[in-house]
C-alpha cells in the first residue's frame, strides 16, 4: 500500500488535539458523583418541608455537588432574565408587524455611504479593490470609512463615494440575558444579582465555557452533568384544572405517581403552574439518551396535568428561579424542598426504564447489523463479486483509485467488528468514529456530509453507554478533516495505518479475524493464502494436470527426447519389420535380435493382434 506512518505519532497527534480543544479540558474523575444518591427506599424526608425563597437556596440544594468535583474552574451555574435588542428589517417585513400590538417598532434615519466601481480612478488608489467592497451595508460603510476611518481613509470616501441618507427599519425583539456563576460566586451574588428580578430564570444543567476565549453560552454541546428530572406542569391551561390550587393540584399529582409507583419529587417550585424537581445522582452528559428516557416517562404519567412534551429533553431548560418575580401574576416564585437526598439515577434507570434501555439496545443491534450489510453489498457491487482469483487482482469499476477498494474493506472490516462486538468497545469507541470520519472522506473523496453520516451511523451502532456524547465525538474527529487534507496532497502525509497497527490497538482477535477482509494480521494472512492456493489447486486439478503434461512433453522435445508414444511406435515398427523378414521368428528372437525387452514385445504383439 503506501508508506505506514508510526502508530505512536499518531497518538500522540490525537492526544495533542484533544489537549487543544476546550471540550476536552479533564473533569475531574467523576465516578464518585454517581454514588451521591441513595436507593428510594433509603431517601430521609423532612419533617416539614423547607421554604425556598431565594435563588442561592435553590441553586444551593440543585447543584451543591460542584463543591466536590476535582475542577470547577470551567464548569458554570447558569443564571437568566429575558431582555430585547432592536434587529433591523425590510420595508416589507416592517409593514407586516408596525400594526401588531405584539411587537414595538421604530423607522430611523441614517448616513450611508457607497462606492461605485465606475467612479474609481484607474491608477492604484492604496486601497485594496475587495477592501473598498467589502461592506454589504452602507451605513455600516459610513461608520467604517467616515465616523470611525483614518484621514486618509475619509478623504477617499468623500472623493469617490456617494453618500446619503438611508431610512432604517427596525423591530425590537425578545433574548434571554445569561449570567454564568462558579458555585462560591453564586454563593457571593446570586441573590443580590437575581432576588426580586422580573421574571429570573436557572438552567437545569451544569455548562462548561471558555474563559480565556469570553466564550459562556448556554448550549446543548456545553453541557457537562445533568443533576435533576424535571416537569414543568402548566395545569392552568386546562379546563378540568384551572380553578384548582397548587395543594389540590400537589395532591392529584402524588396519587398519579404513587400509582405507577414512581418517586415523588424532591423539590416543587410554585409558579404560575407547578415545577416538579428530581435531584438525581449527577451524570455526565454522555448518558443523555438514558436520561432523556426517564424525562419521557415521567411525561407519560403526568402528561394529563399539562406537561409540557417539547421541553421535556430539553437539558438546557431554563426553569422559574425562586426569589423572583412572575411578571403576569406579579407573585414571587416561591417553592418547597421535601428531602437534601437525591435519587440514585442508576436505580431510577434500572426499575422504571428497563424495557426502553433493552429496546434501545435492540435497535442498535439491528442498526449494527444492518450497517454491517450494507457494507458488505457496497464492497461487493465495487468488486463485482469476483471470484477469489479476480479478487486477487485488486481490480474493480467504481472506484478509479485504488484507495478507494482498499479503505472500503477498512469501513466494512469496522461495521463488522461493532457488530460481531454487540455494540461493546469501550476504550475504543471515539477511535472507531475517527476511524470511520476519515476513511469514508478517503472513499467519498472529501464528502464531509457523507462522512458525518457514516460516523453517525457507527456512533449509533455501539453500545448506548459511552464516554463521549455525538457533539464530543464530532469535534473529538474533526481532526480528520486535516488529515483527508494532508492525504490528498501526499498521501503519505496522511494516516496511512498498518493492518497490524490497527488489529492490535483494537484487541481484533483470531476469531473475530475470520470475519474480516482486511484487518488482519500476517498469520492470517499466510493462512488464507494457503487455504486459496489449496482451494484453487482442487477447483482446477485437471486443468493442471494437463498443462503439466504438455509442459512436460514441451521440454522434452526442446532436448531432443522422444515422447512415450513415439519410442512406443518406433519399436512397433521395428518388430512389425523384423516378422516381415522373419514370419515364423518367435517372441525370444524377436526381442534378442531387435533388442526390445520380451515382455514389451509380447505386449505390443498382443495389443496389434499379431499373435
Not at 472522506?441 to 453520516?453: E, P, S
Request: a positive charge; glycine letters at 4%; hydrophobic letters at 30%.
Amino acid at each position: 500500500m503506501f508508506e505506514a506512518l508510526d502508530f505512536q505519532s499518531l497518538l500522540s497527534d490525537v492526544e495533542s488535539f484533544i489537549k487543544s480543544e476546550p471540550l476536552f479540558e479533564p473533569w475531574g474523575n467523576r465516578d464518585h458523583l454517581t454514588k451521591l444518591g441513595k436507593p428510594m427506599n433509603e431517601i430521609q424526608w423532612h419533617s416539614e418541608p423547607k421554604l425556598i425563597s431565594s435563588p442561592f437556596e435553590q441553586i444551593e440544594l440543585y447543584f451543591n455537588w460542584l463543591q466536590q468535583v476535582n475542577d470547577r474552574r470551567t464548569r458554570r451555574i447558569v443564571a437568566a432574565y429575558p431582555t430585547e435588542y432592536w434587529v433591523s428589517l425590510s420595508q416589507k417585513d416592517y409593514d407586516q408587524l408596525k400594526d401588531k400590538e405584539k411587537y414595538e417598532t421604530i423607522v430611523e434615519k441614517a448616513k450611508a455611504l457607497v462606492f461605485e466601481e465606475e467612479k474609481l480612478p484607474k491608477e492604484p488608489t492604496g486601497f485594496e479593490f475587495e477592501l473598498i467592497f467589502s461592506d454589504d451595508d452602507p451605513v455600516k460603510a459610513y461608520k467604517k470609512w467616515i465616523e470611525d476611518g483614518s484621514e486618509k481613509e475619509r478623504e477617499f470616501a468623500l472623493k469617490y463615494g456617494t453618500i446619503y441618507e438611508e431610512t432604517i427599519y427596525k423591530v425590537k425583539k425578545p433574548t434571554m440575558a445569561h449570567d454564568f456563576y462558579t458555585f462560591s460566586r453564586a454563593k457571593k451574588y446570586l441573590n443580590q444579582d437575581y432576588k426580586n428580578k422580573m421574571n429570573g430564570y436557572h438552567n437545569t444543567s451544569i455548562v462548561y465555557v471558555i474563559p480565556s476565549k469570553r466564550e459562556y453560552r448556554r448550549r446543548s454541546a456545553r453541557v457537562t452533568e445533568l443533576c435533576v428530572l424535571f416537569s414543568e406542569l402548566d395545569y392552568y391551561k386546562l379546563d378540568e384544572y384551572k380553578n384548582k390550587t397548587h395543594d389540590e393540584m400537589i395532591e392529584l399529582i402524588y396519587e398519579e405517581l404513587d400509582k405507577h409507583h414512581f418517586p415523588r419529587p424532591t423539590e416543587v417550585i410554585r409558579t404560575r403552574g407547578l415545577h416538579l424537581v428530581w435531584k438525581i445522582s449527577p451524570i455526565p452528559a454522555y448518558r443523555v439518551l438514558e436520561w432523556e428516557m426517564l424525562q419521557k416517562k415521567i411525561h407519560s404519567i403526568l402528561g394529563k396535568f399539562g406537561s409540557d412534551s417539547h421541553t421535556v429533553t430539553d437539558k438546557v431548560r431554563l426553569l422559574r428561579l425562586c426569589g423572583t418575580i412572575h411578571k403576569k401574576t406579579n407573585q414571587k416564585i416561591i417553592g418547597y424542598s421535601y428531602t437534601d437526598d437525591r435519587y440514585l439515577f442508576d436505580e431510577l434507570i434500572e426499575k422504571f426504564c428497563k424495557e426502553e434501555v433493552e429496546r434501545e439496545k435492540e435497535r442498535r443491534k439491528n442498526a449494527r447489523k444492518q450497517y454491517a450489510k450494507e457494507k458488505k453489498k457496497r464492497l461487493q457491487l465495487i468488486q463485482g463479486n469476483r471470484t477469489v482469483k479476480a479478487e486477487r487482482k485488486t481490480t474493480y469499476t467504481e472506484a478509479q483509485d485504488i484507495s478507494s477498494l482498499i479503505y472500503e474493506k477498512y469501513l466494512h472490516d469496522l461495521f463488522v467488528l461493532v457488530d460481531l462486538r454487540d455494540g461493546k468497545l469501550y476504550g475504543h469507541r471515539e477511535f472507531l468514529c475517527f476511524l470511520t470520519r476519515y476513511f469514508t472522506l478517503i472513499v467519498t473523496k472529501g464528502n464531509h456530509i457523507k462522512a458525518i453520516d457514516e460516523m453517525k451511523k457507527m456512533f449509533d451502532s455501539l453500545d448506548i453507554h459511552g464516554d463521549y456524547t455525538w457533539e464530543e465525538i464530532l469535534t473529538y474527529t474533526k481532526s480528520a478533516e486535516t488529515a483527508y487534507e494532508r492525504f490528498k496532497k501526499y498521501r503519505p502525509d496522511g494516516y496511512n495505518y498498518k493492518n497490524s497497527t490497527l488489529v492490535e490497538k483494537l484487541k481484533i482477535t483470531k476469531e473475530e479475524q475470520k470475519h474480516m477482509k482486511i484487518l488482519i494480521d500476517d498469520q492470517e494472512k499466510k493462512e488464507r493464502k494457503s487455504k486459496r492456493n489449496a482451494r484453487y489447486y482442487e477447483e482446477k486439478q485437471g486443468e493442471i494436470k494437463e498443462k503439466n503434461k504438455k509442459r512436460y512433453h514441451k521440454k522434452r522435445q526442446e532436448q531432443g527426447k522422444l515422447s512415450r508414444e513415439e519410442q512406443k511406435r518406433l519399436k512397433i515398427e521395428k518388430i512389425k519389420a523384423f516378422l516381415a523378414a522373419n514370419p515364423g521368428a518367435t517372441i525370444r528372437e524377436i526381442a534378442e535380435k531387435t533388442g526390445i525387452p520380451r515382455s514389451t514385445v509380447s505386449r505390443i504383439m498382443k495389443e496389434n493382434g499379431t499373435i
